[in-house]
Antibody, heavy 127, light 109 residues
Framework: QVQLQESGPGLVKPSQTLSLTCTVS??????????WTWIRQLPGKGLEWIGY???????YYNPSLTSRVIVSLGPSDNQFSLQLSSVTAADTGVYYC???????????????????WGQGTTVTVSS | EIVLTQSPGTLSLSPGERATLSCRAS???????LAWYQQKPGQAPRLIVH???SRATGIPDRFSGSGSGTDFTLTIDRLEPEDFAMYYC??????????FGGGTKVEIK
């Protein structure tokens, strides 16, 4: 059974960097064909894709956040991370990590959506 | 960016009724890479349908997805009490960014 778990500070000061880690169990980030994704949900709002990383280390970001975001593999095996710099109160919300989509090499297409999610972690930006 | 518009915003129905949720894309979704998620308060979203019409693992067959191109539908036959929740559509195709619709709330009438 694949499980994802977010971890990191629940409180970040304005202008600082939000850093979260997602630990994956039951699957291997390095050997599979999945993208590993960060998504957030701001208070009372819908879902916003932040970005994802492939097992090669290739990354893709939401243009609305690209100047402030880094998604990367690590720091340990079967973990991937999110860094969001220069945070403001508008970045307060619930941050989720998720598995997917799956990249099918032969058809050059993305499949299955995001099929496994972490429980989410609440991050508050406040001084 | 592909903008997804969900309608209605709120659907008020009774248990046992059928729910029909719509998701319209501003441009064609590649390979029908369209998913539906269910979210309950305080919980993470749960994948219901991927590829526009394929049910995710463990999802009951009262949930069905249909559509292609720019118009997609999620149908829930015979609503059960546990089906009352928020539903989001999402496109995850080759055209980035990945985007979500604004959601449809299915509430008990």
């Amino acid at each position: 059974q694949v499980q994802l778990q977010e971890s990191g500070p629940g409180l970040v000061k304005p202008s600082q960097t939000l850093s979260l880690t997602c630990t994956v169990s039951g699957d291997s980030i390095s050997s599979g064909g999945y993208y590993w994704t960060w998504i957030r949900q701001l208070p009372g709002k819908g879902l916003e894709w932040i970005g994802y990383v492939y097992n090669s280390g290739a990354t893709y970001y939401n243009p609305s956040l690209t100047s402030r975001v880094i998604v990367s593999l690590g720091p340990s095996d079967n973990q991937f991370s999110l860094q969001l710099s220069s945070v403001t109160a508008a970045d307060t919300g619930v941050y989720y990590c998720a598995r997917g989509p799956y990249y099918d090499f032969w058809s050059d297409s993305r499949l299955y959506g995001m099929d496994v999610w972490g429980q989410g972690t609440t991050v508050t930006v406040s001084s | 960016e592909i903008v997804l518009t969900q309608s209605p915003g709120t659907l008020s129905l009774s248990p046992g009724e059928r729910a029909t949720l719509s998701c319209r894309a501003s441009q064609s979704v590649s390979n029908n890479n369209l998913a539906w998620y269910q979210q309950k308060p305080g919980q993470a979203p749960r994948l219901i349908v991927h590829g526009a019409s394929s049910r995710a693992t463990g999802i009951p067959d009262r949930f069905s997805g249909s559509g292609s191109g720019t118009d997609f539908t999620l149908t829930i036959d015979r609503l059960e009490p546990e089906d009352f929740a928020m539903y989001y559509c999402q496109q995850y195709g080759t055209l980035l960014p990945v985007t979500f619709g604004g959601g449809t709330k299915v509430e008990i009438k």
